[in-house]
């Protein structure tokens, strides 16, 4: 198997998946949203949306805190060191394989 | 079925703008403008050598400082209520401390060039408001660049002219900077009151699915 195509078989499919690739894309741009925020920019159901973060909590990617900001309560989300570095090898794959691909 | 929106950039873009998104911050920052407005007006009112004009030149740095403190909090207690309950809480990482000292410095060293420059050319005094404006315009430009926020390019056109204004009329230089603090306040105003009542007319607080 070329280079190309192995690193494409080595993608992170946890990752690939578009929904978890939006959380994981937003939570990487800040230090951390909350539930209702990633609800809103995803567009995800609420259900759907806690069964991708769940996957991503499982995998190590993303730590999940539920605490207050003034009276509100809050569930907080944010990219763990592990979850920031598989974005970026997985950013690093697609961009080499798209790069290398005849337009 | 959702619809996937692909571009992630724009994405990333949208949630770093986030912070601005309710106008919130352009008014809490009109009103520190507004606070020094009403310290140069001070200072042009006030007989030179009083003991107001005294602690007013004495208590500037203090003056800012608090004021840019008060309006923080004053924007998280507001946000607080208003802002995550509609549309949710982000937090964005802090800068290293390298890169605070860095931005320090730089802010250190071109505050001592400008000080130097009005200090050696006297005539030059009457352009303070016109730098006062480009400064303003050049920090717009960049933050509506970065953020992709066409309103801060607005403000800093704003900026720019506003500051050239008291310059160009000849205004006395410290009645030209409270000219331009005000004005320029009354144009955060009105962009973050627009901002404010836009984000206010398109989201509502946040219902149990």
């Given at each position: 198997?070329?280079?190309?195509?192995h690193?494409l078989?080595?993608i992170?499919?946890?990752?690939?998946e578009?929904?978890?690739l939006?959380?994981?894309?937003?939570?990487?741009a800040?230090?951390?949203?909350?539930?209702?925020y990633?609800?809103?920019?995803?567009?995800?159901?609420k259900?759907?949306l806690?069964?991708?973060?769940?996957r991503?909590?499982?995998?190590?990617?993303?730590?999940?805190?539920k605490?207050?900001?003034g009276?509100?309560?809050?569930t907080?989300?944010?990219?763990t060191?592990?979850?920031?570095?598989?974005?970026?090898t997985?950013?690093?794959?697609i961009?080499?394989?798209?790069?290398?691909?005849?337009? | 079925?959702?619809?996937m929106n692909?571009?992630?950039?724009?994405?990333?873009?949208?949630?770093?703008?986030?912070?601005?998104?309710?106008?919130?911050?352009?008014?809490?920052?009109?009103l520190?403008?507004?606070?020094?407005?009403?310290?140069?007006l001070?200072?042009?009112?006030?007989?030179?050598?009083?003991?107001?004009?005294?602690?007013?030149?004495?208590?500037?740095?203090?003056?800012?400082?608090?004021s840019?403190l008060?309006?923080?909090?004053?924007?998280?207690?507001?946000?607080?209520r208003?802002?995550?309950p509609?549309t949710?809480?982000v937090?964005y990482a802090k800068?290293?401390?390298?890169?605070?000292?860095v931005?320090?410095?730089?802010?250190?060293v071109?505050?001592?060039?400008?000080?130097?420059?009005?200090?050696?050319?006297?005539?030059?005094?009457a352009?303070?408001?016109?730098?006062?404006?480009?400064?303003?315009?050049?920090?717009?430009?960049?933050?509506g660049?970065?953020l992709?926020?066409?309103?801060?390019?607005?403000?800093?056109?704003?900026?720019?002219?506003?500051?050239?204004?008291?310059?160009?009329?000849?205004?006395?230089?410290?009645?030209?900077?409270?000219?331009?603090?005000?004005?320029?306040?009354?144009?955060?105003?009105?962009?973050?009151g627009?901002?404010?009542?836009?984000y206010?007319?398109h989201?509502?607080p946040?219902?149990?699915?």
């Open positions: 198997m070329s280079e190309e195509r690193s078989t080595d992170d499919r946890l990752i690939h578009p929904a978890r939006m959380i994981i894309a937003i939570l990487y800040v230090e951390s949203a909350d539930f209702l990633l609800k809103r920019e995803t567009q995800l159901t259900g759907n806690s069964s991708h973060l769940s991503l909590e499982d995998a190590g990617y993303v730590e999940i805190e605490t207050y900001q009276k509100v309560p809050l907080i989300c944010h990219l060191q592990n979850g920031r570095q598989a974005f970026e997985y950013r690093d794959q961009k080499s394989f798209v790069d290398n691909t005849l337009v | 079925m959702m619809t692909p571009d992630f950039k724009k994405l990333q873009q949208r949630t770093k703008r986030y912070w601005y998104t309710d106008g919130l911050n352009e008014i809490a920052f009109g520190i403008c507004l606070i020094l407005s009403l310290y140069f001070a200072q042009v009112l006030l007989p030179q050598d009083s003991i107001l004009s005294n602690l007013l030149t004495a208590g500037f740095v203090l003056l800012v400082l608090g840019a008060l309006t923080r909090r004053i924007v998280t207690y507001v946000k607080e208003l802002t995550y509609r949710g809480y937090s800068s290293g401390t390298r890169q605070r000292w931005t320090a410095f730089l802010a250190m071109f505050a001592a060039l400008i000080t130097a420059f009005f200090a050696t050319h006297p005539t030059s005094l352009w303070m408001s016109a730098v006062s404006g480009s400064v303003f315009a050049a920090v717009w430009a960049v933050l660049y970065r992709g926020l066409p309103r801060f390019y607005f403000l800093a056109g704003a900026a720019l002219i506003l500051g050239a204004i008291p310059t160009l009329t000849g205004m006395q230089e410290i009645l030209g900077l409270a000219t331009f603090y005000g004005l320029i306040s009354l144009a955060m105003f009105v962009s973050g627009l901002a404010l009542k836009s206010l007319e989201t509502h946040a219902t149990e699915d």
